[in-house]
């Protein structure tokens, strides 16, 4: 009776820590779009809201181009390398971004192309806090961790990417942004209960 019982606690105790440290499965966002495919007025810029990208479980990701080098705010964008930024060629220096669930973020894959250039490292802030800052960007296909990551991102909340070194001749790609959903409270419901009956059950058959 000892016995089972110590096994049962064990089990019980391992599906409750499981739900208690959120260990869900990593995500992907990817940044390797077609901008024909999402350039809603045709004007050939991805610009204002255009840009929303979808996670593999399904967390939307609303980005908003916030400053360039030259001409507009906009994305440059494509299926092979992903988001360009840095400056060059009138990329991306700074975008703001919202998710509609907490994640976890945890790092990022570069694009692998051979018209990089330097070291375009960025930051990620809200408002003027820099939650994670000189994140390295030279584009060689590699995943990083974001630095003192993971960034704790709650839904609804404004967050800013900004390249901190720039200019004309900088720039890099994106490929993906690694996440880990936070899993809801009512989610864990299920877990807490299903470890109480198999605990219960176990005692009753001893």
């Given at each position: 009776m000892h016995v089972q019982l110590c096994k049962s606690i064990s089990l019980t105790?391992?599906?409750?820590?499981?739900?208690?440290?959120?260990?869900?499965?990593?995500?992907?966002?990817?940044?390797?779009?077609?901008?024909d495919?999402?350039?809603?007025?045709?004007d050939g810029f991805i610009s204002g809201a255009e840009f929303s990208p979808i996670g593999s479980d399904g967390t939307t990701f609303a980005m908003t181009p916030t400053g360039n080098l030259v001409g507009f705010d906009r994305f440059h964008?494509?299926?092979?390398?992903?988001?360009r930024?840095?400056?060059?060629?009138?990329?991306?220096l700074t975008f703001d971004f919202s998710v509609d669930r907490d994640i976890e973020l945890n790092a990022y894959t570069l694009g692998t192309s051979f018209s990089f250039l330097g070291n375009p490292v960025f930051d990620i802030r809200e408002g003027?806090?820099?939650m994670s800052s000189s994140n390295t960007a030279i584009a060689?296909?590699?995943?990083?961790?974001?630095?003192?990551?993971?960034?704790?991102?709650?839904?609804?909340t404004t967050y800013s990417f900004v390249a901190v070194s720039f200019g004309a001749t900088v720039q890099s790609f994106l490929e993906s942004w690694d996440?880990?959903?936070?899993?809801?409270p009512m989610s864990c419901l299920p877990l807490w209960t299903a470890?109480?009956?198999l605990c219960s059950r176990r005692r009753l058959r001893s």
């Open positions: 105790t391992a599906i409750l820590f499981a739900v208690a440290t959120g260990d869900t499965c990593a995500e992907t966002m990817s940044f390797l779009v077609d901008p495919s999402i350039d809603g007025d045709m964008l494509r299926a092979t390398t992903g988001l930024f840095g400056g060059g060629g009138g990329s991306a003027a806090n820099a060689s296909g590699e995943t990083h961790d974001f630095e003192v990551g993971p960034l704790s991102l709650q839904s609804g996440y880990t959903p936070v899993p809801e470890g109480l009956l």
